[in-house]
């Protein structure tokens, strides 16, 4: 009787949850994977779509008030500028993407900026701590993880002689991924007058809905005059070996001029979002630095806000619109249909595509779901290369001209669920400048051979097929 029972609430669970895969799913796809998951895995697979699988974006039932309060902000924050660079750029491509970029996000295209490319934690943690320790004004800091050890020590001791000369501070951080951010340091940080608060957090009654659209920009803005985003998180994994993966390898830009403004715009709506507190009519948060540099750049975010995949239709037109080369350094590369099929198109029609990418991660669920796409994109022609070391970073650049540095990979979470943060670059010198580090990475890995790969073991197989069946997940 209790198995009839059970059984009859699974079929009901299943029933409500096909109908709006059914009528609310994007891609046929991940349609069946949820359809598959829900009927064989009861109960769990119902809730993991509740979490992980709700097109929130066509579902106006299961919008959040957050997320309406982020729509409603950019209504009224984000008013149109004209997008006057463009006839400064060097292609019709790099105008293109540009425009897709504008159209998005209402984001210009800005000139003379100064840029300096940050190639590792080291360099990054440096440069973000010498211009922390020169602010006047304010320090506005948002990271994904931000977690106790010698990083954070370092930049909280700085946060905390600043506050002593009455600078502003105001930090945000993920609730889901700064988890282990302990009290006490939030606490101190309070007690010297730090604002300090998580965003999207963990609470109960809206936990299902919430915990699956996590906010994984890295910003930093120092007196709107410098800033800083990229991949790399506050966390000791940049400057101590891990046990199995070694130092993180990431990539970071410091940037000054005017493109700082647009992302301490980004900064200041998720503030509101985790606060209530408005900022953006404070003209001391809006003033506006030029700098020297002459390095023309392009702020672009996304996240379930916005009414399009925004960071995916970036890659997308980055990899349609290449002439003659795309490289890729990524973490965690599992691409969706679209972003598949651009590759393989890319490859076959001439353009040479390489791939970067760690050999082991920080994910085994994920490191085997992204082994299984690569025997059908090196048939097309595509190099994919594994690094011994783990790189954490989320690096894009076509035809040594345009330049993708941020916070996004090519996976479903970060297209679809994630809210996210890319640089894009326009100067081929800095595009330069990374392509001789991506070569020197490219001597010191190891191309996949197609027929040694193929003949990889059986379970290894079967672990790349089961791991890819939960890529709607990760």
Known sequence: MIFYTLFLIHILFFSWAFYNILYFGVKPSKSLSWILITFFFPFIGVLSFIIFGINR??????????????KNYIKASFTNKENSQLDGLASVKAKKISTLIYNNTNFPLESNNNVTILKNGKE??????????????FIHLQYFIIE??????????????????????????????????????????????????????????TFLFSLNFRNHRKIAVIDNKIGFTGGVN???????????????????VKIEGKSVSHLHKSFIKDYYYATNKDLSKNKKYNIIYKSEGHTKLQIINSGPDYKQAIVMQQYLSFINLAEKSICVLNPYFIPTFSILEAF??????????????????????????????????????????LREDFSHSKVIYIDDEILSIGSTNFDCRSFEHNYE??????????????????????????????????????????????????????
């Open 57 to 70: 974006r066509r579902l106006k039932f299961f919008e959040l008030k957050e997320t309406k309060k982020r």
């Open 124 to 137: 990054t943690f440096n440069a973000l701590c010498d211009s922390i320790s020169k602010a006047e004004k």
């Open 148 to 205: 106790n050890g010698k990083v954070f020590n370092r930049i909280k001791k700085l946060l905390l002689e600043k506050r002593k000369e009455n600078v502003e501070v105001r930090i945000l951080y993920d609730s889901f991924g700064s988890y282990y951010l302990n009290k006490k340091s939030i606490t101190e940080l309070k007690e010297a007058g730090c604002k300090i608060y998580p965003e999207t957090p963990l609470k109960y009654g």
């Open 344 to 385: 393989k198109i890319a490859a076959l029609s001439g353009i040479k595509v390489q791939l970067l990418l760690p050999k082991k991660g920080d994910s085994k669920v994920a490191t085997y779901s992204m082994y299984s796409y690569f025997e059908v994109l090196i048939n097309a022609g595509v190099e994919i290369y």
């Open 421 to 474: 943060l890319n640089a894009i670059i326009f100067d081929k010198e800095k595009t330069k400048e990374v392509k001789l580090e991506f070569e020197e990475r490219l001597t010191k890995a190891t191309k996949i051979n197609l027929e040694t790969f193929k003949n990889r073991s059986k379970k290894q197989k079967t672990l790349e097929r089961l791991c890819r069946f939960f890529s709607p997940l990760l």
């Open 234 to 252: 506050i966390s000791d994994e940049y400057i101590t070996k891990d046990t199995n993966l070694g130092i993180w390898q990431d990539t970071h």
